[in-house]
C-alpha cells in the first residue's frame, strides 16, 4: 500500500508539471524548433546562463505539494473504509425506516455506546447517564416555545408547560372544533426511568391529539438514578389524583374519561398504577390503559426476544441488553457496574428460591409464547439443537422450561438485592394478583425489540384474570418508533391506537 502511494505522488506529480508547463510556457516545454545542433546550441545557451528557472521551480514544488496531498487523501479515504467496514452492524433485513434508523443506530452506537464506555471508566456511570441525556436531547431538536407553536401547533392545538400537583407536564390542549371530546390522555414517557423528556413526543402526541381530538397531559417525571424508585411513581399518581380536582373543569375534562398511556419504562408505569388504583379500590377511574412495548418485568434476559438481538443484530445501537440492564439497576438503586450488568445479562440474579417457584417460572415461560416467534430456537446448535428442533416440530412446543435448564450459578450479593424487588408488582406488574376488573388494555409490541417477549406475555396474564385486552404486533417495528419523525409505521400505530381510544374512551 506505501508503495503504491509513492508511485502516484510521482505519477501525479510528473503529471502536473507537464500539464502547467505546456499550459504556461509553451515554447520551453515543446522545446526549441529546428536541427539537431540548434537544439544542442540552445541547450548550450541555457546552460551558460546559468540563472535559476523559477516559474519552472514553482511547478515542481506544486506538483511536489498537489501530489503529497493526493497521497494523504487516498490515505485517508483507506482509514476511513476501514473503519465503516469496523463499525458496521447488521440490522434486521425487514425493519421499518431502514435508512433513517441505520442512520440514528449508527451514531447512538458512536457516541452512547463506544464513547459513553470510556465516559464510564473515567467518570463513573452517573456520567455516562448524563452523556446519554445529552445525546437524547441532540437528538431531538427543542424549538422556543413560540417558534414550537408557529410551527407545528399554533392554529390548531395549544402546547404550553405547567406544573400540576407540583409535577411539570405537558399539555396538549386542541382548540375550537378540533376539541371534539371531552375525555383525557395522561401520557408518561420512556427512557427506562433515566433519560427522556415530554417534548421528545410533541410529534406523535400532536399526532394523537389531531386524530382524536382530546387533550393529552405528558407528565415530566423525576429521573434516575437521581430519584430512585418509587419517586416517579408516585409523582405519576398525584398528577392523576389532581386532574379529578376541580380547577382541571376548566379544560373541559372529564374525569371518568381518562385514560392512561406509556412506552417502554413509561408503560411499566401506567400498568403499574392501574393495579394499584384496582387493589385500593378508590382513586381516579381509568377507564383504559395503553402499553407501548413495556417493561413488564426483570425476571428473565435471556427470552427468545433477547436471543433474537444477539442472533440478528448484536451490537448495534438498538435497545439492547447492557444499557436495559443499567437503567433498571439506577432505577432501583444498585450498583450499575459491568459485573453486575453483565451477571444479570446471564440471569444470575435470580436466586435458588425464585428458580424453584413454579407458579413465578411458570409467567415468564417462553412456551406460552405464540409459536414460530424469532429467536425461540436460535440459541440450539449441535446434535442436542437438532433433536430439541425435532421435538418442538412433533408436538408444537418445546417441553423444556429454558430458565431452568440454562440457569447459571447464583451471586450471592446481587440476587440478594434483586429479590424484593422481582416479586413487587409495583416494579413487575406482571407477578400482579387477582387483576379481576383491571380497566382495559391495549398493548403494542415490536418485531425488533428485546421487550417483545414480555408485552405479549403480560397480554396473556391478564386474560388470565379476564381483562379485556386488544394486543397489536408490529413484527417490522422498533424499539423507540414513536419517536421517529415522517414514519409510516409510526402513523399506523397512533392510528391502532386512535381507533382504539374512540371505541373505548369516546363511543363507550
Not at 161 to 170: L, Q, T
Not at 502 to 507: G, H, M, P
Amino acid at each position: 500500500m506505501l508503495s503504491f502511494f509513492v508511485t502516484s505522488r510521482h505519477l501525479y506529480g510528473d503529471f502536473l508539471v507537464e500539464l502547467f508547463s505546456k499550459l504556461f510556457c509553451p515554447a520551453e516545454a515543446n522545446g526549441p524548433k529546428g536541427t539537431a545542433n540548434d537544439k544542442m546550441a540552445h541547450y548550450q545557451q541555457q546552460q551558460s546562463l546559468n540563472k535559476p528557472d523559477s516559474f519552472g521551480l514553482f511547478l515542481s514544488v506544486l506538483s511536489s505539494l498537489i501530489g503529497m496531498a493526493l497521497c494523504w487523501l487516498f490515505l485517508f479515504i483507506f482509514i476511513l473504509l476501514l473503519l465503516l467496514v469496523a463499525l458496521h452492524r447488521p440490522l434486521p433485513a425487514r425493519i421499518a425506516d431502514r435508512r433513517k434508523i441505520a442512520l440514528f443506530e449508527f451514531l447512538m452506537r458512536l457516541f452512547n455506546e463506544y464513547l459513553g464506555s470510556l465516559v464510564e471508566i473515567a467518570a463513573g456511570h452517573s456520567a455516562r447517564n448524563k452523556l446519554s441525556r445529552a445525546l437524547s436531547l441532540l437528538t431531538f431538536p427543542v424549538f422556543p416555545r413560540w417558534l414550537f407553536r408557529w410551527l407545528f401547533a399554533a392554529h390548531w392545538c395549544d402546547v404550553r408547560d405547567e406544573s400540576i400537583a407540583g409535577v411539570p407536564c405537558r399539555l396538549y390542549v386542541p382548540k375550537g372544533d378540533k376539541r371534539r371530546y371531552n375525555g383525557a390522555v395522561v401520557f408518561i414517557h420512556g427512557g427506562g426511568w433515566c433519560i427522556g423528556k415530554p417534548r421528545y413526543y410533541d410529534g406523535a402526541l400532536l399526532c394523537l391529539s389531531w386524530k382524536v381530538g382530546i387533550p393529552i397531559i405528558s407528565i415530566d417525571y423525576s429521573l434516575s438514578p437521581e430519584a430512585k424508585f418509587p419517586t416517579a411513581l408516585l409523582q405519576c399518581e398525584r398528577v392523576i389524583a389532581e386532574l379529578n380536582k376541580v380547577p382541571f373543569s376548566t379544560y373541559g375534562i372529564d374525569p371518568t374519561k381518562i385514560a392512561l398511556m406509556g412506552d417502554s419504562a413509561g408503560a411499566n408505569l401506567c400498568a403499574v398504577i392501574c393495579q394499584r388504583y384496582l387493589k385500593a379500590r378508590k382513586g381516579p377511574t381509568i377507564r383504559c390503559q395503553i402499553l407501548v412495548y413495556p417493561l413488564i418485568h426483570m425476571l428473565n434476559f435471556r427470552s427468545p426476544s433477547y436471543r433474537h438481538f444477539y442472533q440478528s443484530y448484536p451490537g448495534t445501537g438498538l435497545l439492547n441488553p447492557n444499557l436495559l440492564i443499567r437503567w433498571c439497576l439506577m432505577y432501583l438503586g444498585i450498583d450499575p457496574s459491568q459485573r453486575n450488568i453483565r451477571k444479570i445479562a446471564q440471569n444470575r440474579h435470580l436466586s435458588k428460591q425464585i428458580l424453584e417457584d413454579e407458579e413465578l417460572m411458570a409467567l415468564i415461560d417462553e412456551r406460552n409464547l405464540p409459536p414460530g416467534m424469532p429467536g425461540e430456537e436460535e440459541r440450539m446448535c449441535g446434535v442436542e439443537g437438532e433433536e430439541k428442533g425435532r421435538e418442538t416440530q412433533r408436538n408444537g412446543r418445546s417441553k423444556h422450561n429454558k430458565i431452568k435448564e440454562e440457569a447459571l450459578p447464583e451471586d450471592d450479593e446481587l440476587s440478594k438485592k434483586m429479590a424484593p424487588f422481582l416479586t413487587n408488582p409495583d416494579i413487575c406488574p406482571l407477578v400482579g394478583k387477582n387483576l379481576e376488573g383491571l380497566c382495559p388494555a391495549m398493548i403494542c409490541t415490536a418485531g425488533v425489540d428485546i421487550l417483545r417477549d414480555e408485552g405479549i406475555l403480560y397480554a396473556q396474564r391478564l386474560r388470565q384474570f379476564g381483562v379485556a385486552v386488544e394486543w397489536k404486533h408490529y413484527e417490522y417495528a422498533y424499539h423507540g418508533i414513536l419517536n421517529m419523525c415522517k414514519s409510516r409505521q409510526r402513523l399506523r400505530i397512533l392510528t391502532d391506537i386512535s381507533e382504539y381510544l374512540q371505541r373505548t374512551l369516546i363511543d363507550s
